[in-house]
């Protein structure tokens, strides 16, 4: 059974940190695409940033140098951390584990963050 379990949300002023953390099990971890996105109430789900198998990583413009993705395939874990937090930035995070050649695609069930004073 694959489970991504997200956890370190919270609620934090603007202008400072947080980091995700997303345990992933039941998956060859290390084959996977892992990624973030967000979602705010009425709004699609965004793609935040990503990470391929291979240490390439993507991310959104709105976060671009002041947010950054790894993983540790020791601890099975992605990580995000954002830092500059902007009021922007409040949504449901959600971590994303992907691999094309299996078709297989699994969501946590995401963590709240909230930026504000």
């Known amino acids: 059974q694959v489970q991504l379990v997200e956890s370190g949300g919270g609620l934090v002023q603007p202008g400072g940190s947080l980091r995700l953390s997303c345990a992933a099990s039941g998956i060859v971890f290390s084959v996977y695409a892992m990624g973030w996105y967000r979602q705010v109430p009425g709004q699609q789900r965004e793609s935040v940033a990503i990470m391929t198998s291979d240490g390439y990583t993507n991310y959104a413009d709105s976060v671009k140098g002041r947010f950054a993705i790894s993983r540790d395939t020791a601890k099975n874990t992605v990580y995000l951390q954002m830092n500059s937090l902007e009021p922007e930035d409040t949504a449901v995070y959600y971590c994303?584990?992907?691999?094309?050649?299996?078709?297989?695609?699994?969501w946590g069930q995401g963590t709240q963050v909230t930026v504000s004073s």
């Open positions: 994303n584990a992907q691999y094309a050649p299996w078709n297989s695609d699994y």
